[in-house]
């Protein structure tokens, strides 16, 4: 009979849709206290990425040990779940009370600058108000923050509080601060959550100077927000579109070095692989003439297949796109419209939350159907899904800068789109003066990247979909090594 202990280790560790962190787990038999690991006997190991472990079905992933040839070693379970003073949402609302005024011509025009502050005593801010015109007594409108963002879930970490009153020309005059703390803040409306506001200039100057007004908490509540980031993309199936554009120079084929479109899909392609179950990928092109005819297609299969444009994984995908190079004769003009609509017609078909897609577009920036991709857009923008644009080349990037919507929200025939669904970023920005791109690649994923959670959740959201509930914990049998992440 064989029996082998299970081993439960739980570490904390922070985690980034964004970025590719790599784990590696060795496993030893312990013989002796020696800290060298050459005294033990090595049991095996495994290679994976923490994403891995987040995307997968119930945040539970199996994998097999090995490092040691012709030998079986068993398997490690890696399980992973969200800490939870992370994921609680503060709800607060606040008014003031005889303010200094500060404008010559009427009152003042109050707003409050909200300061976490940081292990090294420094502040970041962390939440502004609205202005509030022509008062000493405002009333600000409720706002809800993560607990995070506020105090990194320390509850008695001193939050700095500044009010200031608001001026055109951006020199705001400052009235005064208080600090406090997120327990203080919770509690809501009592005796304890009147702050007085105080300018320290003031006051070193004014014996009898009292403060410069009093800002009290009219509501302040806690919640547990159903749609954290990580129960969120726990779920997160993505439907990755590599699109390589039509300038023939940028898809030279160099034995030696990726070119950019490449480069551009690997590294962005490897992080999100690890939240799609099947990782099977619909890869299409646009902007090509096509045999046998020569007929110019706007989105077609890179592997040549219609009935089934799936490619498996990223390296299935850049496989496609050399073959595709070799056969499709590369032609403009360059229409966006074709593939964002495919996309959405395949997003449109599942609104349930069940899926989310992302569409990866990579192309050299110039666009034949600005309007038409507007209109795209704005009507993707309603359904669960993120396009990401990367610009290779050294075009102008203006239009693609215009679809992003970060200065301006996209609008097509003055309909705004419903959230901010576009990423762009200019490959070259990635490259250092030597032309290296090595160490940029994991920059620039982290840069497209990044919004994409925010982007699912605020579609989640706005639909009133809430996660799954969470799995019964996982009870692992006799033979398993079992890890907590």
Known sequence: ????????????????????????????????????????????????????????????????????????????????????????????????????????????????????????GTFTICHKTEVVKNTLNPVWQSFTIPVRGLCNGDYDRTIKV??????????????????????ELARGQSQFNIYEVVNPKKKMKKKKYANSGTVSVSYGAAEG????????????????????????????????????????????????????????????????????????FHEFPLNGNIENPYCNGIEGILEAYHQSLKTVQLYGPTNF????????????????????????????????????????????????????????GQAEFDAMVELDGDDIRISSRGKLAERDIVQFVPFRDYMDRTGNHVLSMARLAKDVLAEIPDQFISYMKSRGIKPNPAPPPYTPAGHTHHTQI
Request: glycine share 8%.
């Open 1 to 120: 009979m064989c029996c082998a202990a299970v081993h439960h280790m739980k570490y904390i560790l922070d985690y980034f849709f964004e970025e590719k962190q790599n784990l590696r787990f060795d496993m030893y038999d312990v013989d002796s206290k020696s800290p060298d690991l050459s005294k033990h006997d090595f049991l095996g190991q495994v290679f994976c990425t923490l994403g891995e472990v987040v995307g997968s079905p119930a945040s539970r992933l199996e994998k097999p040990l090995g490092g040691i040839p012709g030998k079986k070693c068993g398997s490690i379970v890696l399980t992973a779940e969200e800490l939870g003073n992370c994921r609680d949402f503060a709800t607060m609302q606040f008014c003031a009370n005889k303010l200094d005024k500060k404008d010559f011509f009427g009152k003042s025009d109050p707003f409050m600058v909200f300061y976490r502050s940081n292990e090294d």
């Open 162 to 183: 500044e009010v200031y009153d608001w001026d055109r020309d951006g020199s705001h005059d400052f009235i005064g601060e208080f600090t406090t703390s997120y327990r």
């Open 225 to 296: 927000d159903v749609s954290t980031r990580l129960s969120a993309i726990k779920r997160l199936t993505s439907d990755l579109t590599g699109n390589p554009s039509q300038s023939t120079s940028l898809h030279y084929m160099n034995p030696y070095q990726m070119n950019a479109y490449a480069m551009a899909l690997k590294a962005v392609g490897e992080i999100i692989q690890d939240y799609d179950s099947d990782k099977m990928f619909p890869a299409l092109g646009f902007g090509a003439k096509l045999p046998p005819d020569g007929r110019v």
């Open 337 to 392: 419209a074709p593939v964002v609509n495919h996309v959405a017609r395949y997003a449109a078909a599942v609104q349930d939350g069940s899926q989310y897609f992302v569409l990866l577009i990579i192309t050299d920036g110039v666009i034949s159907d600005m309007a038409q991709t507007k209109e795209a857009i704005v009507n993707a923008a309603k359904l669960p899904m993120s396009i990401i644009i990367v610009g290779v």
